[in-house]
């Protein structure tokens, strides 16, 4: 018995090639949709500007201990923890993504290599963000509260790990004002 087929339509395979290059083109499309950013990018969004101030301060706290003789020790502790701050949370950043990490200002080697009390040596870590200039003790102090306000109100946001630094990070700088700087 012979079989009969009846030819394939010229059009049915034209609308049969152009369903499956769509669908192609459809299936690439959506792979390469951004899908936003990851928790861990949005955790290391919300960490950067506490490792931004920590810097800050430090800088500060540098470049103010000269000018106040009598402060400068406590300054010098003020700037070593700041630095360790930064330093924390350089490293936290840079475990959750790195490229956020690679826009911090840079820590270097900030608070390593030195003892508590003493100022570090060299010149000050350069933030991202400008330095605010401060020539007062009080003036140290308001900018402390003011990072010690920020890194409470980060730990809010925050769960985990990130959570507790923060949280410990704003302990601290409110005992730099209240111990070392009162």
Not at 21 to 46: E, F, H, K, L, N
Not at 58 to 75: D, F, K, R, T
Request: net charge neutral; proline share 7%; glycine share 10%.
């Amino acid at each position: 018995m012979s079989r009969v087929t009846t030819p394939l339509p010229r059009r049915s395979v034209l609308r049969g090639s152009l369903v499956v290059v769509a669908g192609g083109v459809a299936t690439s499309m959506v792979a390469a949709c951004d899908r936003g950013p990851t928790a861990d990018q949005i955790t290391a969004a919300a960490l950067a500007p506490l490792a931004d101030a920590a810097l800050a301060d430090q800088a500060a706290a540098q470049a103010l201990a000269p000018q106040v003789p009598e402060y400068s020790n406590a300054l010098g502790v003020v700037a070593n923890q700041r630095g360790e701050h930064a330093q924390a949370l350089r490293e936290e950043i840079t475990r959750l993504d790195e490229r956020t990490a690679a826009r911090l200002g840079t820590a270097g080697a900030a608070g390593s290599g030195s003892t508590p009390g003493t100022p570090t040596s060299g010149t000050a870590p350069a933030p991202s963000a400008p330095v605010p200039t401060v020539s007062t003790v009080a003036g140290m102090r308001g900018l402390l509260q003011q990072s010690a306000r920020t890194s409470a109100d980060a730990t809010v946001s925050l769960n985990g790990y990130p959570a507790g630094l923060a949280g410990a990070i704003s302990a601290s700088v409110t005992s730099m004002v209240e111990v070392q700087l009162a």
